[in-house]
């Protein structure tokens, strides 16, 4: 039985944790490099990427701890366009100023890690009273699900909100 051209033309593949060559046929050679090559081409495109090609093998997609890699077409904080008038201007110039600062977002997070903390501390019915008002579950339905009245659910749920704004009323 005659060999199709494909298969009959062995490949490797290098595997980088295991400093070793493994023969595979073409199509999975062809399957494992298809993203990687995808990838550097797309990183040489931005000249980011200055691989040789008989270094191409050790290419991982991990272009942080790559000797090879460039800072490629990013742009300086520096960097001076040119209007439609002629006039230069600094391309900082077009960024939206009320784009979020910095303390706003850090109070976010603080305000995000308290609350997390504080649900972490509820009951179970009290997690699933706040998972069925994240996803927008009417009254009736969560009462029926947690087995209760909906008058039991919509005083156990704004208890359960008054208590969690008490206990975040430092951050809201």
Not at 129 to 158: H, V, W
Request: hydrophobic share 30%.
């Amino acid at each position: 039985m005659a060999n199709n051209d494909n298969e009959s033309t062995e490949r490797k593949i290098y595997l980088k944790d295991l400093h070793q060559w493994v023969p595979v046929s073409k199509t999975d050679f062809d399957d494992y490099y298809r993203d990687i090559n995808t990838y550097r081409r797309r990183q040489q495109e931005h000249g980011r990427c200055i691989c040789p090609a008989n270094k191409r093998y050790l290419c991982d997609m991990d272009c942080g701890c790559c000797p090879f890699h460039k800072g490629g077409d990013k742009l300086s904080l520096d960097y001076m366009v040119t209007d439609e008038d002629g006039n230069e201007k600094s391309w900082l110039d077009d960024v939206a100023d009320d784009a979020p600062s910095i303390q706003s977002v850090l109070e976010d997070r603080e305000l995000l890690n308290a609350l997390h903390a504080r649900l972490d501390e509820l009951d179970s019915d009290g997690r699933l009273i706040c998972e069925f008002i994240m996803q927008g579950c009417p009254e009736r339905a969560a009462a029926e699900k947690l087995g209760l009245s909906r008058n039991t659910y919509t005083y156990r749920r704004d208890k359960l909100l008054a208590l969690l704004r008490e206990a975040l009323r430092d951050y809201i």
